[in-house]
């Protein structure tokens, strides 16, 4: 059974930092694309970074592109999500996604860590 656990979020001012981690169990993670998604209240879920299992290349919404780093440990079967100068607009609830192709996750969910950042 597939299993993809969140940590590392929590309470942070405007301009600091976090970072998440996904573990993943129960399949075989290096030959996909991995990467974090988020859902801030009211709004629908996006697409914020993913990693490619093939060339290790990353990419990133606009919203957070250089600010928010993506990186992956396929033997540890873990992806990060650093996140530097947060803002309050990059409170939401993060979730890990196992296999994304474009920006859409056709894999499958952790559930969730809430990031809140206050101005």
């Known amino acids: 059974q597939v299993q993809l656990v969140e940590s590392g979020g929590g309470l942070v001012q405007a301009g600091g930092s976090l970072r998440l981690s996904c573990v993943a169990s129960g399949g075989t993670f290096s030959r996909y694309s991995m990467g974090w998604f988020r859902r801030a209240p009211g709004k629908e879920r996006e697409f914020v970074a993913a990693?490619?299992?093939?060339?290790?290349?990353?990419y990133y919404a606009d919203s957070v592109k250089g600010r928010f780093t993506i990186s992956r440990d396929n033997a540890k079967n873990t992806v990060y999500l650093q996140m530097n100068s947060l803002k309050p607009e990059d409170t939401a609830v993060y979730y890990c996604?196992?296999?994304?192709?474009?920006?859409?996750?056709?894999?499958?969910w952790g559930q969730g860590t809430q990031v809140t950042v206050s101005s």
């Open positions: 990693s490619k299992w093939s060339d290790g290349s990353t």
């Open positions: 996604a196992s296999n994304i192709i474009g920006n859409v996750n056709v894999g499958y």
